[in-house]
């Protein structure tokens, strides 16, 4: 476990979380993971802690989940929501760690979920492009 220090590219939004990459991350081929080409790693809420500034939020479908994102550079930062694998969650970015290295990040298992069809328990057929 360590605590990484993480940012929008302005530097608007700052947070910290508490995250073991050797836990894994995931990628999703949902509409909004693909379009945005998300790598999370999940947490729970008390590991994440926002620093500084309010993002803003963007919401669709069942508005269920929450997008958050600095609303100067338009940088997405984390999300939140909750599932029946992981409960209450946060989704914290991976490409927002500042201090991640680049061997640690290259070194975080991936899971690939096919949340295109609903299917969150199993990779899809092609991930190469995720």
Request: proline content about 5%; some cysteine.
């Amino acid at each position: 476990m360590k605590t990484y220090h993480g940012s929008c590219h302005c530097g608007a939004l700052r947070f910290e979380a508490d995250i073991d990459l050797g836990q894994g991350t995931i990628k999703c081929n949902c509409s909004i993971c693909r379009k945005r080409r998300f790598w999370p790693a999940i947490v729970r809420p008390e590991a994440f802690r926002l620093i500084k500034g309010t993002p803003g939020v963007y919401q669709f479908g069942a508005r269920a989940d929450h997008h958050y994102f600095c609303k100067d550079c338009g940088v997405h930062t984390f999300g939140t929501g909750t599932s029946p694998r992981w409960g209450p969650f946060y989704a914290v970015s991976v490409t927002c760690l500042d201090n991640a290295s680049d061997e640690e990040l290259a070194a975080a298992p991936v899971t690939f979920l096919d949340g295109r069809n609903d299917c969150w328990n199993a990779a899809p057929a092609v991930t190469a492009y995720l």
